[in-house]
């Protein structure tokens, strides 16, 4: 079973500021099936980043995706108000198809 | 446009059983695996199972293995996850969520739907 570990557990961060958060995997992953997630509260997660470095859909260029084997980072270049929720890592690679803690960016 | 309409969840007591449905529009339903993701109160997500487009391969965490079913009708477009012997432990939002990739379980969740809260207490 993959484990996946995020820090921070929280970062409190101004607008403007750029941001990296970081996922590590018990196991080397393939870059294929490690998938990032932006949540706000009272919503579902939405597709962020898929295949480590991939933009979903409707996210900006601010956002970014990289990393490989068991080290894996999520960066916004430069935060916007709209950007503070929680983020969580995940592996889809096989079952169980886990995810990470999540790190939490609040408007300090 | 894609939606996902989750139904089913409620209050039950402990050891009680509750399906959940969830709806799905606007993809075509049989080229995509269906996921459920729960969130317990205040708390991160948590994979509980999947199933593939086909509905022949099946995943569990292991906290539900022998006590949650997933399925889906392929001709109703709608996956259920049939939730027996429940415990408080499982209380939370459940989500359905679809594969981002046709044809394979091994892919990120694409489209998610609001989720449907479950409560288990006496």
């Known amino acids: 079973e993959i484990v996946l570990t995020q820090s921070p557990g929280t970062l409190s961060l101004s607008p403007g500021e750029r941001v990296t958060l970081s996922c590590r995997a018990s196991q080397s992953v393939s870059t294929s099936y490690l998938a990032w997630y932006q949540q706000k509260p009272g919503q579902p997660p939405r597709l962020l ?37 929680v983020y969580y890592c995940q592996y889809c690679g096989g079952s169980p198809f886990t995810f990470g803690g999540g790190t939490r960016v609040e408007i300090k | 446009e894609v939606q996902l309409l989750e139904s089913g969840g409620g209050l039950v007591q402990p050891g ?26 205040g708390k991160g997500l948590e994979w509980v199972s999947t199933i593939s487009s086909s509905g022949s391969d099946t995943y569990y965490t292991d906290s539900v293995k022998g006590r949650f ?16 012997s429940l415990r408080a432990e499982d209380t939370a939002v459940y989500y359905c969520a679809s594969g981002f990739r046709p044809m394979t379980s091994l892919s990120s969740l694409e489209y998610w739907g609001q989720g449907t809260l479950v409560t288990v207490s006496s």
Do not use: H
């Not at chain 1, 859909?57 to 108000?81: A, H, K, Q, V, Y």
């Not at chain 2, 059983?17 to 339903?29: D, E, K, M, N, Y």
């Open chain 2, 69 to 84: 079913t997933i399925s889906r009708d392929n001709s109703k477009s709608t996956v259920y996850l049939q939730m027996n």
């Open chain 1, 49 to 85: 980043i898929y295949d480590a470095s991939s933009r979903a859909t409707g996210f900006p260029d601010r956002f970014s995706g990289s990393g490989s084997g068991t080290d894996f980072t999520l960066t916004i270049s430069r935060l916007e108000p709209e950007d503070f929720a």
């Open chain 2, 16 to 41: 009680g059983s509750l399906r959940l449905s969830c709806a799905v529009s606007g993809f075509t339903f049989t080229r995509y695996a269906m996921s459920w993701v729960r969130q317990a109160p």
